[in-house]
């Protein structure tokens, strides 16, 4: 698990078909089977050397985030998990991206569009993992979402770069989906929201 809390900005550094290497500056020591958040998304490390580790793809990840449409050198954020007993600053962000937005106005005041299936999944106040960043709702509406970014969020993540029209990756909170799910099945719903 994941709090959303970004470690440091790091980039695509290669790919060769599901292989992706990422370069995390100044870090030097992975651990296959490890797993690193890479714009939200929870990814295993197969294989490192110096700062680059390298990771497998596959294709459900490929259709749910932007992973695939990165252009080498592209920049993303990056995460380790969270150890027992570290403290939780975030929210609980598991890595399991539910799909991508476009930005419609950046930073401070990001706006993101969605498909609206998951406009249950938002409330005022609640949590959004944009990037991979842990972001507090301050407005919303169909099929959008918006965060206030402060600066240090924007100097120390890659949500200070986006511009409209870029894509990002989307994980709403695990709580809300637990609790639509309940409601769904409650009200005879098949397949959840």
Do not use: H, N
């Given at each position: 698990m994941f709090t959303g809390l970004?470690?440091?900005?790091?980039?695509?550094?290669?790919?060769?078909?599901?292989?992706?290497?990422?370069?995390?500056?100044?870090?030097?020591?992975?651990?296959?089977?490890?797993?690193?958040?890479?714009?939200?998304?929870?990814?295993?490390?197969?294989?490192?050397?110096?700062?680059?580790?390298?990771?497998d793809v596959v294709e459900e990840t490929l259709s749910k985030t932007h992973l695939g449409r990165l252009a080498i050198g592209a920049a993303v954020n990056l995460e380790r998990p969270m150890a027992a007993g570290d403290v939780f600053g975030g929210h609980m962000v598991l890595g399991h991206v539910d799909g991508t937005g476009r930005v419609e106005s950046p930073?401070?005041?990001?706006?993101?569009?969605?498909?609206?299936?998951?406009?249950?999944?938002?409330?005022?106040?609640?949590?959004?993992?944009?990037?991979?960043?842990?972001?507090?709702?301050?407005?919303h509406g169909p099929g959008w979402v918006e965060a206030a970014i402060i600066p240090h969020t924007a100097e120390v993540t890659t949500l200070g770069g986006k511009r409209p029209g870029d894509e990002v990756n989307l994980e709403f909170d695990v709580i809300a989906k637990y609790v639509a799910r309940m409601i769904d099945a409650r009200l005879g719903e098949p397949g959840g929201r």
């Open positions: 970004v470690q440091t900005v790091g980039s695509l550094a290669a790919r060769d078909g599901g292989r992706f290497a990422f370069r995390w500056p100044g870090m030097t020591s992975f651990e296959v089977g490890e797993s690193i958040a890479v714009s939200g998304c929870c990814l295993t490390v197969v294989g490192s050397e110096g700062e680059i580790f390298q990771a930073a401070p005041r990001l706006r993101i569009s969605y498909a609206s299936e998951f406009d249950g999944y938002v409330i005022d106040k609640g949590s959004v993992a944009i990037e991979g960043v842990s972001l507090t709702v301050a407005d």
